[in-house]
């Protein structure tokens, strides 16, 4: 067997009787140097020949054996494998003692091997290591070779990190500059020589009964809407006496939509109960918002049509005797309630608007007291028709959507006025029903884009007439053509004034 445990084939074996055999016939003197000892001597010559050059290992087997092709320096020619000189394993190692040398394991192909100069010198015969881990993928950092070195770990995260910029060129990698935050709306406090007497917030709950929770008032309510060219907001809030005498709200306000698209109608009610701590002002107030809203809402789509046709005279006598027949009820309900009709009643202000984006006609109407104003250019108009005598008419028809008539009225725009009753025919209701003690106030006008339409009860509106200070201030802070939030616009109405401490209710429409 061989010194690595194989058999031998069988042609080894017959070389090894051969020349060890007794039996075998010696065979003479010869010219030639071929005896055994000659080969000996011609092996050894040739290993001290060769001592500063590196052997592989001599085998087992007494062939030739070449050398792996991947320990070939890369980039040289291929050439005929050295050539292994073979001696016998009793024989000592001729020359000085040198380690033993093996070849390196084949190198595992990576996907762009660096170019090598040499061949690996070779390694001190040791304990076998396994080949590493082949190399992770190339990185696809654009800042870094294909084949580079690892650059070193930043001083400071890589997100703060950024490329210089050259001149004249961008830096795609930097980030871009953050926008300015916008200013910081003010906050809500009052305006006035003095601050108001009351505290800021609620301070008292109303009493209440538990036989009618579904008649619980909250202390305030915000809505609003977008639709065609304007923005709609609209709040309602208790006032500061009312908060801190634990009373309900006495206002009432009602956002409704009636129709789809451009036929859609949307009703803002506004109503104001009776006096400061009187009984069943909130319910009177909610009672006319909602029969107004069921007035509106069957007769919507003839509304519709005749606010973006321009027809003054149909809105205007159509609207009143809505107005009227919801003022009958609410005397019939302060009959069934054995109420005086005052005691049961509450101012109403109405806003019509049209989903059409193509109508910019603002409809007005109602009964009592409040206040209708437009900001324009960064100033008040109060819009608020004047008391005349009954069957009185002002101004001239107005100009809806397809009218041609020209424009008219001060500031150029399109309005009309009728504080009396009309004795025609509505085409809305049936019956006559008997006036209110109050005078009916109509007005429509055509906005234009930029404009602010404020409507509101008389807890905003005598503040704002009479104070100078709070009529600046939401000039300033409505100027700007954008709509406020709900948060903002709520908080915009609750600027306080001392000496003003009733409810109020606004509705502001923003004109794109």
């Known amino acids: 067997m061989s010194q690595q445990g194989e058999r031998p084939a069988a042609h080894e074996d017959d070389w090894w009787r051969r020349l060890y055999d007794d039996s075998a016939p010696d065979t003479g003197a010869s010219h030639a140097a071929d005896s055994l000892d000659d080969r000996f001597d011609s092996a050894s010559d040739a290993v001290r020949s060769g001592a500063g050059e590196t052997y592989e290992a001599a085998p087992a087997v007494p062939g030739p054996r070449a050398v792996p ?20 394993p009793w024989e000592p190692q001729a020359g000085p003692s040198r380690p033993r040398t093996f070849s ?3 190198p595992v192909p990576a996907p762009e091997p660096p170019p090598a100069e040499a061949a690996e010198p070779p390694l001190p015969d040791r304990p076998f290591v396994p080949p590493p881990p082949p190399p992770p993928p190339p990185s696809t950092d654009p800042r870094l070779a294909p084949d580079g070195p690892v650059p070193p770990l930043p001083r400071r995260p890589v997100t703060e990190r950024q490329e210089p910029e050259r001149p004249g060129t961008g830096n795609p990698a930097a980030p871009a500059p953050a926008a300015e935050p916008p200013a910081p709306r003010p906050p809500a406090g009052h305006v006035g020589a ?5 505290e800021a917030e609620p301070t008292a709950l109303p009493a209440t009964d538990p036989h009618a929770l579904d008649r619980l008032v909250p202390d305030t309510v915000l809505d609003g809407a977008r639709y065609g060219t304007y923005t709609l907001r609209a709040a309602s809030a208790r006032g500061d006496s009312a908060r801190f005498r634990g009373e309900p709200r006495r206002d009432a306000l009602l956002t409704a939509r009636f129709g789809s698209a451009e036929s859609a109608l949307v009703l803002v009610a506004v109503a104001a109960g009776g006096a400061r701590g009187a009984e069943g002002a909130h319910p009177a107030a909610s009672d006319a918002c909602h029969w107004i ?15 973006r046709a321009g027809r003054r005279g149909d809105l205007k006598s159509g609207l009143q005797r809505l107005t009227d027949r919801s003022y009958g009820k609410l005397r019939a309900r302060a009959a069934e309630l054995g109420l005086e009709p005052h005691a049961y009643t509450a101012g109403l202000r109405c806003l019509l608007l ?11 109407f109602g009964i009592g007291a409040g206040g209708l104003f437009r900001l324009r250019d960064g100033s008040w108009q109060d819009l608020e028709p004047a008391a005349a005598r009954p069957g009185a008419l002002t101004g001239e028809p107005v100009a809806g959507s397809g009218s041609m008539a020209p424009e008219s009225g001060p500031g150029g725009d399109r309005l ?10 509505g085409p809305y209701v049936e019956d006559p029903i008997p006036p209110p003690a109050e005078p009916f106030r109509f007005r429509a006008s055509v906005a234009r884009p930029g404009d602010t339409l404020l409507l509101c009860s008389t807890g905003l509106s005598e503040p704002l007439r009479g104070e100078p200070a709070l009529a600046e201030e939401l000039a300033e802070r409505w100027t700007p053509a954008e709509a406020p939030g709900l948060g903002a616009f709520l908080a915009d109405t609750q600027l306080r004034v001392a000496g003003y401490a009733d409810d109020r209710t606004a509705v502001g429409v923003w004109e794109a």
Do not use: K, N, W
């Not at 049209?354 to 007005?364: G, I, L, W, Y």
């Open 104 to 106: 390196p394991p084949a």
């Open 69 to 88: 092709p991947a320990v070939q320096a890369a980039g040289a020619p291929p050439g005929p494998p050295p050539e292994v000189l073979v001696r016998a």
């Open 194 to 198: 003095r601050p108001p007497t009351y």
């Open 293 to 307: 809203g069921e007035a509106v809402g069957r007769s919507h789509a003839r509304l519709s049509d005749d606010i």
């Open 354 to 364: 049209s989903a059409d984006p193509d109508c910019r006609t603002r409809v007005f």
């Open 416 to 425: 009309t006025m009728d504080l009396g009753i009309t004795t025609a025919p």
